[in-house]
């Protein structure tokens, strides 16, 4: 007797499971909750694989980052799929960019850096040239990005108040690395702003929205596009 009653219990058991789980299958919100998981799960790891290849790289650390862009290469070729729009094909990515350690690009960068802490413009001059250098001959290094940052960071100050250029070498850093955790995006933004070039700023916050990594720049970006709405723009 006993036996049918755990037998009992067991398909009861059973079909409230089978049940639960098919009530998850169909219902969108669960569904999308759950593919919106597996996609941030997989910029997540693209992140932190690229960010490895880059410190090793920046290190020294050669072997490992040889393991790191191998992990990454088989990460880049496997089959995504994009559940929302069609489960029959892969997802296209956006390429990979993987920077590197270069010692020439380091140094340049690093005598730019200290010459532009000196308040005097020609120092500033000199730095700009010093970044200029790092962007033209090594773009493909870890310090480019840093460099047109920096470059715009001066462009933006009051020795020049270039917001045109500013917001160039802004938006820069960030096609140099979609990975940056620099506001570069969300300052972009705000050059064009001081420009009046509102449509143009517009455009620059939702990029922002969308690939800055840092959750308090996709906020910040958030407010200049409720702000500009508010002005009627």
Do not use: C
């Not at 059973?14 to 919100?29: K, N, R, S, Y």
């Not at 990454?72 to 089959?79: H, N, P, V």
């Not at 005097?120 to 040239?129: I, T």
């Not at 143009?200 to 939702?206: F, G, N, P, S, V």
């Amino acid at each position: 007797m006993r036996s049918r009653k755990v037998l009992a219990a067991s398909g009861i058991l059973a079909a409230l499971f089978a049940g639960v789980v098919i009530g998850q299958a169909v219902d969108p919100g669960t569904e999308l909750a759950l593919i919106e998981r597996a996609v941030k799960a997989r910029a997540d790891l693209k992140a932190s694989l690229i960010d490895l290849v880059n410190y090793y790289r920046r290190t020294g650390d050669i072997t490992k980052a040889d393991r790191a862009e191998r992990e990454l290469d088989q990460f880049t070729t496997i089959e995504k799929y994009d559940y929302v729009k069609d489960t029959a094909g892969p997802v296209v990515e956006e390429p990979i960019r993987v920077l590197k350690y270069v010692e020439e690009a380091d140094v340049y960068y690093t005598d730019g850096v200290i010459i532009s802490e000196n308040r005097r413009k020609s120092r500033k001059d000199l730095a700009l040239r010093r970044f200029e250098k790092v962007l033209e001959t090594w773009p493909e290094s870890d310090k480019a990005p840093l460099a047109s940052y920096k470059m715009a960071e001066i462009y933006a100050g009051v020795y020049y108040g270039d917001h045109e250029l500013a917001s160039k070498y802004y938006k820069k850093t960030y096609e140099l690395d979609p990975a940056t955790t620099l506001p570069a995006l969300v300052k972009a933004a705000d050059m064009l702003v001081k420009l009046g070039r509102y449509d143009d700023a517009k455009e620059m916050y939702r990029l922002a929205q969308t690939g800055s990594r840092d959750s308090k720049h996709k906020a910040q970006a958030e407010k200049g596009l409720d702000k500009l709405t508010a002005l009627g723009h």
